[in-house]
């Protein structure tokens, strides 16, 4: 399966805003366009959305951010969606890999953090099996997982 990472620009993000989740997973995803307006609402914090391509075909995208708390940088899975069509293929978490992958590279970070909805059992699952762990905190009606990487110092 070759999928990469590529940034969103000004001639690909309409492609990517028309890609859809299942419609039972719209309560669960943020639609793109909102995915894109928080990446410039976060655009001091190092927001960053990325296209997934499954060779040369648009198949998801993933949002990222920087996070400061006591003197440490975390960084935020705002969001990950993959299409409607690519799901149940794997995609999701070879793109999840990748991209823990980049971030480890960076070595800017001491830990990943996201949140999920406790409904969403395929989230938590590809979570849980990629090595993120939940801290015990709940952000609003969303549970937070952690993978951590390393101690900066």
Not at 98 to 124: G, P, T, V
Request: proline share 2%.
């Amino acid at each position: 399966m070759k999928l990469h990472l590529k940034p969103i620009t000004p001639e690909n993000w309409r492609t990517f805003n028309a890609l859809k989740v299942k419609k039972e997973q719209a309560q669960w995803v943020a639609s793109n366009e909102l995915i894109l307006a928080r990446a410039y609402v976060y655009r001091e914090y190092n927001s960053n959305v990325f296209a997934i391509y499954a060779s040369n075909t648009p198949i998801g995208l993933l949002m990222q951010r920087d996070h400061i708390d006591n003197g440490k940088t975390f960084c935020i899975l705002d969001q990950i969606m993959i299409d409607e069509q690519y799901q149940g293929c794997g995609y999701g978490k070879v793109a999840m890999k990748q991209w823990i992958s980049l971030i480890k590279e960076n070595k800017k970070y001491e830990s990943i953090k996201l949140c999920y909805k406790e409904e969403d059992i395929i989230a938590y699952n590809l979570y849980r099996d990629l090595g993120f762990q939940y801290t015990g905190e709940i952000d609003e009606d969303e549970i937070t997982m952690e993978y951590k990487m390393f101690s900066i110092d």
